[in-house]
């Protein structure tokens, strides 16, 4: 029972009222004391005037906004806010927690003392967990708790003992150490990390974990965040001082700023390094991390106006993979500078400008520095049930070049492109809308000759269904693709008459050449077709729970298949979910991956995933598990057998996670299998 200031008037209400002279008062029978939101039943209150002190020597109940609380007696000084209740029984109000203490008691109005204190948000009858201490101080004005020789039970066995430990009152952060986590694998053994949060200043704070690895040694984590009213960042910082499997000491760092300059101005910086090409393969905890080939690092400048935005930036790469050759790392970009601009002319037509400057450097090969502009003017005729878009550009590539036989080189040529497409809508069965959206796009660039250009970050564009209606094959700059060819494609929906969702869509489409294709990138020889692959999409949506999608590109004039993909998710109204991913790439990738989490009743769950390579014949991950979530706590057990590197070397790994809930969790588990979990 929290004191509060006497600021609004005191109600008591009772069937019997005694105040006989020189003797307390006497309150009995349905006896219910209200001030403001806190109430107080019992059967007898006893009130003494002169030395207000208050005695309740019969069971009560006492609640308000935060606390339901009933006690077998209490007494209560109301000049000083100091008091006692004896076997006390509290929930909290809007929270599952819930617990008892032999006594509390009111040392001062801002400090409470609780003897043989217990916590937890299971059933208080049959608790399957509970935080218990001898003694647990409440500091109220500064939103401190301390507890002694405190101990976590679980299922009656103690789990964690601390003879002294701290803990915040409010959701305001607090230094202390957090709870553990441990996991278990083949090549590493035994892994475990305890966490101390510092929190040094309301916008910042830190968090140092000891981690030990037992066949590699201790390892520290730092990570220092802070928050200002026009900046904010992170640092990480990991340290293995003399790993005793590599023989060497690891490290990775890495630092993230956001800052806003000025209104429209912001600037960002993300710099990334680690102490050797295996840090992820080694300390990584999945396949992403294993498979990273390049650190970025970079810095930027962005700011923006009413018609234009101006990027600036900087960035650096340190190679991972072994396998790229020095002449085929990327090429720092020091600086590189990207400005965008237009707007309406009046009477639909509107004027755009792309462009960018950019300086190449590499250790090895050709560097130097590229202007790229490209301005255009499209003039658009928009009407219901159609569109016509006309678009003309120039665009002009300039290069001053180091370390090849000409100190410069350059191309200009015209882009010229028509979009245009209808759209048609009849109504369907069960209220419903059908759509067909018929499109056209011709594209003419004529051919230059590019072969005396250099490549510094130009790739073939992914071909896919938006790759229709673009007017390069090519990223980057350093080659534009010659063009005379149209695009034709069809739409079709079927909406919801009610909201306007997407049940059902498809789309398919196909470009048709006029002439060869002649620029191309190093190595590759003049493309001779006639006509693109046949690209198709499909996503249906039948219900909120079931979604599935497919693509397609399927190449006609060899009859065979260069692009699929196809997925389907399920999540039902209980823990059941499902996930179905297949992609594949000619000579690239073909991979299925298959996730579920199978409920096998409404507290026991069975997950499991399997990523396979059709390509390698090769299982990349299997992993395989136990859930059991009960109203107060989650036990998970994971196993999970994975590709650690691109060599195909394997690593096991056991995880145990313990979540008890309205607490933390103890153990951890290897990756979320679905991102939007129940």
Request: charged share 30%.
């Amino acid at each position: 029972m929290t004191p509060r200031e006497p600021v609004a008037e005191t109600q008591i209400m009772a069937a019997d009222y005694r105040a006989p002279a020189g003797q307390p008062v006497r309150f009995a029978g349905d006896v219910r004391l209200m001030q403001l939101d806190q109430l107080l039943e019992t059967d007898e209150l006893l009130y003494d005037p002169e030395s207000r002190l208050v005695d309740i020597p019969v069971w009560l109940r006492y609640t308000d906004a935060l606390i339901q609380l009933e006690a077998a007696r209490a007494h209560y000084d109301v000049a000083d806010g100091t008091g006692q209740f004896e076997e006390v029984i509290y929930r909290l109000v809007g929270h599952d927690g819930s617990g008892s203490a032999d006594t509390v008691a009111m040392i001062e109005p801002t400090l409470a003392r609780l003897e043989q204190f217990g916590f937890t948000t299971c059933d208080p009858d049959r608790p399957d967990w509970q935080l218990k201490a001898a003694r647990v101080d409440l500091a109220l004005d500064r939103g401190v708790g301390t507890a002694r020789h405190a101990r976590l039970e679980f299922k009656g066995v103690p789990i964690l003992y601390s003879p002294w430990m701290t803990f915040p009152l409010t959701d305001d952060r607090k230094s202390g150490f957090l709870y553990p986590r441990f996991g278990r694998s083949g090549s590493d053994g035994f892994d475990v990390s305890v966490p101390w949060y510092w929190n040094i200043a309301p916008n910042q704070d830190a968090t140092f974990t000891g981690r030990w690895i037992e066949k590699r040694g201790n390892m520290l984590d730092t990570e220092y965040r802070f928050l200002g009213e026009r900046q904010r960042g992170q640092l990480d910082l990991e340290i293995l001082p003399n790993d005793r499997r590599a023989g060497s000491t690891r490290h990775y760092g890495q630092f993230d700023y956001r800052a806003r300059l000025a209104p429209r101005w912001s600037a960002r910086a993300d710099f990334r390094r680690a102490s050797d090409d295996d840090y992820f393969i080694d300390l990584g905890s999945d396949l992403v991390d294993s498979s990273v080939q390049f650190l970025r690092s970079v810095a930027s400048i962005r700011g923006s106006g009413r018609d234009w935005t101006l990027d600036v930036l900087a960035d650096d790469f340190q190679v991972l993979d072994a396998n790229v050759a020095e002449g085929r790392e990327p090429y720092r970009r020091l600086p590189r500078a990207v400005f965008v601009a237009g707007r309406p002319l009046g009477g639909g037509v509107e004027w755009h400008l792309d462009s960018e400057f950019v300086h190449f450097d590499r250790d090895a090969g050709v560097t130097g520095t590229r202007l790229d502009v490209h301005p255009s003017l499209r003039y658009e005729l928009l009407a219901p049930g159609w569109f016509v878009r006309p678009e003309l550009g120039l665009r002009t590539t300039r290069y001053a070049l180091s370390g090849a036989d000409t100190g410069s080189a350059g191309r200009t040529l015209p882009i010229a492109s028509v979009d245009a497409g209808l759209m048609f809508e009849r109504a369907a069965a069960a209220g419903r809308t059908q759509t067909l959206e018929p499109r056209v796009y011709y594209l003419y660039v004529p051919f230059r000759d590019q072969d005396d250009l250099p490549d510094f970050d130009t790739r073939d564009l992914t071909f896919g269904f938006s790759q229709l209606f673009h007017h390069n094959r090519f990223t980057g700059a350093d080659r534009q693709g010659d063009a005379n060819q149209v695009a034709m494609a069809v739409t079709s929906r079927l909406l919801d008459a009610t909201d306007g969702r997407s049940l059902l869509e498809g789309s398919l489409g196909q470009i048709i050449h006029f002439r060869d294709r002649r620029v191309q990138l190093p190595g590759r020889d003049m493309e001779r077709r006639s006509r693109s692959a046949t690209v198709a999409e499909v996503a249906w949506r039948p219900s909120k729970s079931l979604a599935a999608t497919a693509g397609l590109q399927w190449d006609t004039e060899n009859s065979e298949t260069e692009v699929a993909r196809l997925g389907l998710s399920y999540r039902g109204k209980n823990a059941g979910q499902a996930a179905l991913g297949y992609r594949m790439r000619r000579d690239q990738v073909d991979q299925a991956d298959v996730r579920v989490r199978y409920p096998v009743n409404e507290r026991f769950n069975l997950i499991g995933r399997v990523l396979y390579s059709f390509e390698d014949d090769d299982t990349l991950e299997v992993l395989g598990g136990v859930e059991y979530e009960s109203c107060c706590w989650a036990l998970r057990l994971t196993g999970r057998d994975y590709v650690r590197d691109r060599e195909g070397e394997r690593q096991t790994s056991v995880f145990l996670e313990l979540e008890l809930r309205g607490l933390a969790s103890l153990g951890r588990m290897p990756y979320e299998l679905f991102r939007d979990r129940p």
